[in-house]
């Protein structure tokens, strides 16, 4: 009796202190298995890279989180149709990312060129800017491919910096991303293109529209990464009020553009070396410093920082939280993430080795309940459908799903995947007889099927 009461109180203490555990913790996606694909411009069958998607391993203290990943995305990158020689690369990274963020509440810090976050799924975040400039000595670009190096470095604070998400949108893939010398990264809400009401990119008819999440305008965004300061991120979704009441509603940037011509000024008044005067060239939003913050009584509006306090699902006693923020047609509107500041203490969170005691976290401790198998918004489209037929997900999948194309006798036709961190499975059907069909939907223990129509 005494050793069964010893293993209950073992078995208990250990899963109290699992279901304890930081959503900085137990929200990364792991895998070490599944390699990643890519595509180059004229071919739109991916290729296999051969490198590890998502995270690898998960470590944590009681101070941090180490998170080990080569930062590949489960969804296919590329093609960058912009003249970008790179493709994702293998970043072979640790990140060390605080478990007890704090608020800044000296001078905030400002985001930086390069990481300043990761999603969970092990990609990058950058902030909003692409490492070109205006130099007003030359009253030309500077930085960046194809211009001359900036004065004072790459890193040089300039007076108007360009914002990456108008200036290079040809070479974002269709899930916005691409890389920097292999480092492949968002600087926005990394859903798909396509995923847009208002689609600004038609990249996306030729090659595969996926993303780490489908936006779902009737559900709180998922958790989709963790500032450098150590704070969460959210999707473009949350609850109206901080509280966590009022219902659903999209979360909106405090920021707007300026009402001007002439950029001789910032918005703060401060008198600075001159822009261009705003043209076709050099439209309003070029530039970062084109926007000015203005406060906002309604709690769905965010802050300076583009975050806010506020309750979610995996803080239901609240957290500081940035959202990836869209406007109404569901494109990104900036400051895009996080930004132009910290809510937050700031830094460099790549390690080389980690030198404390940790504890690995398993993965495989989680799955898709029933009740959030039976939640899934599953979209199949076109249906009819004459030569492709399209399997798509709402929100953000922690687990793989297995998608099989089946006859009305019951044979499998063609089977796909639906892997964690990614939201689309394709089959194409032009050789498949015309009739009726089911798309069968799976995990190890639910399932579901859709009827469909094959068309010739």
């Known amino acids: 009796m005494k050793k069964i009461t010893l293993t209950f109180y073992v078995l208990f203490f250990a899963l109290a202190s699992q279901a ?18 890519y595509y180059v411009n004229g071919n739109s069958t991916a290729i296999d890279n051969g490198i590890l998607v998502n995270c690898q391993k998960i470590e944590y203290s009681d101070d941090f989180v180490y998170v080990t990943t080569n930062g590949i995305p489960s969804y296919p990158t590329g093609p960058f149709l912009d003249g970008n020689p790179s ?55 500077c930085g960046g491919p194809g211009n001359p190096p900036c004065p004072g470095g790459p890193m040089a604070n300039m007076d108007w910096n360009r914002d990456a998400i108008p200036a290079e949108r040809a070479g974002f893939d269709c899930s916005k ?28 008819n030729l090659y ?26 959210y999707g473009a979704y949350g609850y109206k009020n901080a509280d966590g009441s009022g ?12 009402n001007i011509t002439t950029r001789t000024e910032h918005a703060d008044g401060t008198n600075v070396d001159d822009g261009p005067d705003t043209n076709g060239a050099y439209f309003l939003g070029y530039f970062r410093e084109d926007y000015e913050y203005i406060a906002h009584t309604e709690e769905d509006y965010l802050d300076e920082h583009n975050g806010r306090f506020c309750v979610t699902p995996e803080y239901p006693e609240g957290t500081y939280a940035y959202f990836a923020t869209v406007d109404e047609n569901w494109n990104s509107a900036y400051p895009y993430v996080v930004g132009p500041t910290f809510y937050g203490n700031a830094t460099n969170r790549k390690v080389n080795s980690i030198n404390e005691t940790t504890t690995v976290y398993e993965a495989g401790t989680t799955s898709i309940s029933a009740a959030e198998f039976e939640a899934l918004k599953i979209s199949i489209y076109p249906n009819p459908s004459a ?36 939201t689309i499975a394709y089959f194409d059907v032009q050789t498949v007889y015309e009739g009726t069909y089911f798309i069968k939907i799976s995990t190890d223990k639910n399932s579901t099927a859709k009827k469909v129509i094959i068309t010739k």
């Open 20 to 37: 304890q555990l930081s959503p900085a913790i137990t929200n990364w996606l792991q895998n070490t298995t599944e390699t990643g694909s």
């Open 87 to 141: 493709q994702a690369s293998d970043q072979n990274a640790i990140f060390r990312m605080p478990l007890n963020p704090e608020e800044n509440t000296g001078n905030p810090d400002e985001s930086n060129p390069g990481n300043i976050g990761i999603f969970i799924n092990g990609v990058a975040l950058f902030d909003y800017r692409d490492g070109v400039a205006w130099n007003p000595q030359t009253n030309a670009l």
């Open 177 to 204: 991303g691409h890389p920097a010398m292999g480092n492949y990264h968002h600087h926005q809400n990394p859903s798909a293109f396509k995923l847009d009401i208002d689609v600004v990119s038609d990249i996306c």
């Open 208 to 233: 595969d529209a996926e993303g780490l999440y489908a936006i779902d305008a009737t559900q709180h965004s998922p958790l989709i990464g963790f500032a450098y300061d150590g704070f969460p991120i």
């Open 247 to 258: 219902g659903i509603e999209r979360i909106k940037s405090g920021y707007q553009l300026r």
């Open 387 to 422: 030569d492709l037929i399209a399997v798509q997900l709402a929100g953000l999948l922690n687990d793989d799903l297995q998608v099989d194309l089946i006859d009305t006798s019951g044979k499998i036709v063609s089977s796909s995947k639906i892997r964690k961190g990614s």
